[in-house]
């Protein structure tokens, strides 16, 4: 398949176009390994690792788009500490096993593409996208935490992401990759 003209939009979660909206939150459960049936828990899953992220404030939506409105896949993160916010409590691993490592790597993503879009250095873009808005606010530092045997974690490590830590999870374990973002001389 030939490689994808795809450009790189930062987009206010709150002002998201309804179209290009449905286009991530199908990403999303389409990459999601056992996403739960509709209903309460399935609206739980997405507001945990997708919805909390489109309010606005500090957090950041990047979305890869092939042509205007085709969406090849997103990122979404948040630039402070989740070991320090209160919203981010209902996932233990920050505060019970990484709270070290997110002072020192402390802005998080999450990142999805659309299967036809894969493997041609999208991905690569929307996190070098994503490290130049967190090295602008100072910080030292962001990470991702993934499943430790998935094959993504190659695709971090590519990108300069270093693996600080593992831990029991719902049964799996996860990794925590850290990269740090010395200041621009
Ligand atoms: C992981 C992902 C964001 C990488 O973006 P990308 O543009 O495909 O990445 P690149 O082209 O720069 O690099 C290719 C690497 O991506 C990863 N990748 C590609 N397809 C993948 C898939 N279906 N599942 C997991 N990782 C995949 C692999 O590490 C691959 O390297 P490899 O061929 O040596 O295994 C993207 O492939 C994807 O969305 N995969 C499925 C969902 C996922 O794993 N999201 C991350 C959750 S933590």
Known sequence: MPLAQTSIARVSGPQCPA????QIEAIFFEASANPPA?????DAFRERWL???????????LVALAGEDTVAGYLVGALEDPALQERFADIGYFRADF????????AHLHI????????????AGLIE??????????????HVVTGRAMRNVRFY???????????????????????SLPPDC
């Open 19 to 22: 179209g290009i909206l449905a």
């Open 38 to 42: 509709p209903g309460p828990e399935r």
């Open 51 to 61: 919805g909390r992220y489109l309010q606005g404030g500090t957090d950041v939506l």
């Open 99 to 106: 709270a070290g490592l997110t002072r020192r790597y402390p």
């Open 112 to 123: 999805n593409l659309a299967k036809t879009f894969r493997s041609q250095g999208i991905g």
């Open 129 to 142: 996208a994503f490290a130049d808005i967190v090295r602008q606010t100072g910080a030292p530092g962001m």
């Open 157 to 179: 490590q590519r990108c300069g992401f270093v693996a600080c830590g593992s831990t029991m999870w719902n049964c799996r374990e996860l990794a925590f990759l850290g990269r």
